[in-house]
């Protein structure tokens, strides 16, 4: 499967625990995407990466939120001090570079937090 | 801020009819509208891309009308069938790098 993948798919947590996410996009895919989504509600965004670079980053992304794309590969999502209101679905997407194409999105299956 | 809303109830179609989905947005119009489909448990799927310059974009059962004088636009599935039952979510984009900001869907069901 060449499509964005994402680990682990689920993750129970203690509150104040610290937990890490991963997202793999697709190959030769440039940006890259962090989204929550809360049941209901549609994706929101929380920050962009092009290559290694993090061009934007969402207000809803508190200091224990941060993300890292260190080889403008795969990239890292860390929740630090988790709260019950962190529980959520965590989606990553990509878009390949400069074409016609380029502006939508792949998502991958997602990562679903809980946060007991 | 931007705000987008969609039908906010669910729409139950019957199996082979047209289902219209709405999507009303405010403020000033997006350079892209895109429409997404999610089942549940899953990442959303691109279905389509509209420009702000193109009034209507069809893939084959689907279409999207674009009307930035009334900050709308339409998502059509003809000759519908169950297996189109999902979460339908409308898209706005600024620019062609920039991120994407999604309405809360709408829930659509196909009976047969």
């Known amino acids: 499967d060449t499509g964005v993948s994402q680990d682990p798919r689920h993750k129970i947590t203690k509150r104040g625990q610290n937990v890490t996410f991963r997202c793999d996009p697709i190959?030769?895919?440039?940006?890259l995407y962090w989204y929550r989504q809360t049941l209901g509600q549609g994706p929101e965004f929380l920050t962009y990466?092009?290559?290694?670079?993090?061009?934007?980053k969402s207000r809803l992304l508190s200091d224990r939120f941060s993300a890292e794309r260190p080889k403008g590969s795969f990239s890292t999502l860390e929740i630090q001090r988790t709260e019950q209101g962190d529980s959520a679905m965590y989606l990553c997407?990509?878009?390949?570079?400069?074409?016609?194409?380029?502006?939508?999105?792949?998502f991958g299956p997602g990562t679903r937090l809980t946060v007991t | 801020s931007q705000k987008i809303e969609q039908n906010s109830e669910a729409l139950n179609i019957q199996e082979g009819k047209t289902a219209t989905l709405t999507c009303n947005y405010t403020?000033?119009?997006?350079?892209?509208l895109q429409w997404y489909r999610q089942d549940p448990g899953r990442g959303p799927v691109f279905l389509l891309l509209?420009?702000?310059?193109?009034k209507e974009k069809r893939k084959e059962r689907l279409k999207v009308t674009f009307d930035t004088t009334l900050k709308q636009s339409l998502f059509h599935i003809t000759a519908s069938q169950p297996a189109d039952s999902a979460t339908y979510l409308c898209?706005?984009?600024?620019?062609?790098?920039?991120?994407?900001?999604f309405g809360s869907g709408t829930r659509l069901s196909i009976r047969p």
């Open positions: 403020n000033y119009s997006p350079a892209y």
């Open positions: 990466f092009q290559n290694e670079a993090q061009l934007e």
């Open positions: 509209i420009r702000e310059n193109e």
């Open positions: 190959s030769e895919h440039n940006r």
């Open positions: 997407a990509s878009s390949p570079p400069g074409t016609a194409s380029s502006y939508e999105q792949y």
């Open positions: 898209a706005l984009q600024y620019s062609s790098a920039s991120k994407i900001i």
